[in-house]
């Protein structure tokens, strides 16, 4: 989920009939109602099939369906940026929330032969996607449940990858940053696997440093990729972290996204540990509620 919030598209027209499961031609741009508010289909006029699907205002996915390489959000290009430099060939890849599947689509075109199950909690939101842009993805499998739920259905070492990218009206969705999930999520991961998070956090990074926290108690290798002005809590924004039981390639990561067109700062080693500090991690008994975005950063008020 990206916070710039949604482009300057027409707003005019609810389309307000059910959504079907059959892949319609073309998809209708249109306002249609989910379980966590009122999504918003609209094309992006500076490209032939790209869409962005919004819900009440906050950007949850862009997919270009002619070219699922393209990587419209930053954060999703940090993503990119780590599974890029995961050990070549395909991946069994785990990803706890879903919309309209940006990075699914992504890693079946940049590694053939992936197997990919996604968890989402909006069952209609998923329909809306299957129905207006497609889930016939190869080796995509798409399930309707909450994230720590699906967390208790998967074996032990079965998944090369797992992303956490779950947000509830714009809010992380609740017991995804706990040390109970990561360690859970740290057991289905297989050496040498990668766990990616999008998180979002403000001044003082309060939230983004008891992560860190959290992910530091059970993985040896960490780091954090994100806008200079989000880190130095100038402005509320998306923070992409990274977690593996095995070496990470840091300094590829940090000289790619260095030289992106919107450059992130990587974060790792001591200056990391420094950044996390004396934060306790997040458990099930003391979870802070995740940060909401200001009305100004959601374009809302």
Known sequence: MDY?????TSRDGITSAPVSRTRKPEPTPGRYPVRFGTAELARDADRGNAWLVSVDGVAQSYV???DPNHLE??????????VDRLPPGPLDALHIGGAACTLPRYVAASRPGSRQLVFDADGELVELVRAQLG?????????????????ATRREGSADLVVVDAFERATLAGGLATLEATT?????????GV????????????????????????FP????LADPGVLRGRRFGNLVLAASATELPTAEIAQRTASAAFPARCVHG???????????PITDADAPRPPSPPNDVLGLF
């Open 4 to 8: 710039r919030g949604p482009p300057a």
């Open 64 to 66: 270009d369906l002619d």
């Open 73 to 82: 959000f930053d954060y999703v290009r940090r993503f990119g940026d780590v």
């Open 135 to 151: 889930l016939r993805v190869p080796g995509l499998r798409v399930r309707v449940t909450d994230g720590r739920e699906g967390l």
């Open 184 to 192: 859970a999520i740290a057991s289905i991961l297989r050496a040498p």
């Open 195 to 218: 766990y990616l998070a999008n998180i979002t956090d403000g001044s003082g990074l309060p939230f983004a440093r008891r992560f860190l926290a959290t992910l530091l108690e059970v």
């Open 221 to 224: 290798e960490v780091l954090l």
């Open 270 to 280: 001591t200056e990391l540990r420094k950044l996390a500090g004396k934060a306790a």
